[in-house]
């Protein structure tokens, strides 16, 4: 997300009023006293209200709109900052922005209002409005830096693309999900804060005849039982759900990762029923196995269609073509493919 940075209080009326003096400085002098002064009065009220109004709403437009996210920013968003707090703050900067219009337009009025002889005046009301201006700005700050939290934490959130079809890899720990993700995409994964976990996102892109899908591999979710889940856990999961449009389950045959195929198949099972898309299970190390792993995993997990050589592409091709599909979740929704690597 692009969010900018906020200035302390301080440092935004600084700027304003420099910006002020330097445009009103560089203004033609006028010969007669008081339209001189009255017009050179009128814009650093002007400029001044202009850049701390300008940059308030600035602020309040960039910041995305809830109700417009993908729900599976939404839940993001709502768990990586205080919302209310933010929106709180958001809520000051538009009341602060309009007040300093106002002002500025009362400001204004007053300095025009000035009749022959009063042109010393203009300069009073200048200073009056900058106070004024100056009280309604320092009471930002604590807002402005609550507001400056939030967009840290927003600016570091994954960039994740929610309308390219996705496929999620889960597995228990040390099957190889992450060896599959590398192997499957053609870049280095994206590494990515999530806010649900402590572990980080990889994200990696499968292109295939010129279109593009998405491989997101979330340590620490998608790799132990719905029982051994926390709550927050099961938040990031739910997040993901509007993201997955497949699951590609990694399965180690030989238990060199800690866990009994048994306790595997039924992880896939879990996840199947949890997401309701097609789950793509995968036979991974393959080269260590015995036969008689290899054909226990094969039958626990359906046929294995293919294996040997040319497996990884076969299994990308078969990713593209469940990912590809827009009613794939019909038509996979209860197939379960299983492959060897
Ligand atoms: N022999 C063999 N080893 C593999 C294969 N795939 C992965 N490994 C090894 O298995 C170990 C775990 O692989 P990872 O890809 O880190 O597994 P992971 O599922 O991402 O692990 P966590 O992130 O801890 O859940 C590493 O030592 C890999 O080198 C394979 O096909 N054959
Ligand atoms: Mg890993």
Redesign the pocket.
Known sequence: MNLGTLPKSKDLLDIAFRRARKEASQMKRLRAHLKNEKSKSIKRIEVSANYVAGLLKKTGEEFPKMKEMNPFYQELVAETIDLDQTLKALGHFRATKNLAIKLKGKHIGLVKALKKGEGHKAQGIVKQFYGRLGSLVKKLDKNIENYNRAARKLRELPKIKYEMPTAIIA????????????RLTSSEPQIASYAFTT?KLQIGYLIHNYLKFQLI?T?GLL?KPLGKRNKIENKGIAALKHLANAIVF?V?PTS??GFPLEKQVKLMEEAKAEFGVPVLAVV?????ASEEEMEKAKKALGKALIEGKGVESALKEEVVKVLGKEDNAKTFKNSMQSYC?
């Open positions: 597995g228990y720990p040390n099957t190889g999900k992450s060896t599959i993700l590398g572990q591999d340590p790799d990694v180690d060199q990762c991974n190390k393959a080269d260590i690597i």
